[in-house]
């Protein structure tokens, strides 16, 4: 069974900085895609950030400039350094891995996607 787990989520002030990881774990071949995304109170689910297992990033717009993603293959996991913090960044972050579970799904391109429970972020002013 597959389960990510997000941490690093919390309470901090305008300006500030938080670093959110996720880790990947069960039987997996190999994850393709990682991903943050971000829920506002009261508003859609967003893209934060993408990672592909080359080590190629995306970012949504209200991430540029502020949000770095990285990866380590080797540890499944998948981290969000989030800078200059405001409160328009308050929301649940979620994890979200694209993965191969089976050598057979690569040649098939049959690739599952898998969320995190979610970490609350909480910017105050």
């Known amino acids: 069974q597959v389960q990510l787990v997000e941490s690093g989520g919390g309470l901090v002030q305008a300006g500030g900085s938080l670093r959110l990881s996720c880790v990947v774990s069960?039987?997996?071949?190999?994850?393709?895609?990682m991903d943050w995304y971000r829920q506002p109170p009261g508003k859609q689910r967003e893209l934060v950030a993408s990672?592909?297992?080359?080590?190629?990033?995306e970012y949504g717009h209200s991430a540029k400039g502020r949000f770095t993603i990285s990866r380590d293959n080797a540890k499944n996991t998948v981290d969000l350094q989030m800078n200059s913090l405001n409160p328009e960044d308050t929301a649940v972050y979620y994890c979200?891995?694209?993965?191969?579970?089976?050598?057979?799904?690569?040649?098939?391109?049959?690739?599952?996607?898998?969320w995190g429970q979610g970490t609350q972020v909480t910017v105050s002013a």
């Open positions: 979200s891995a694209t993965l191969f579970l089976r050598p057979s799904d690569v040649d098939s391109k049959q690739s599952t996607q898998y």
């Open positions: 069960g039987s997996i071949f190999r994850i393709d895609y």
């Open positions: 990672i592909t297992h080359g080590g190629d990033t």
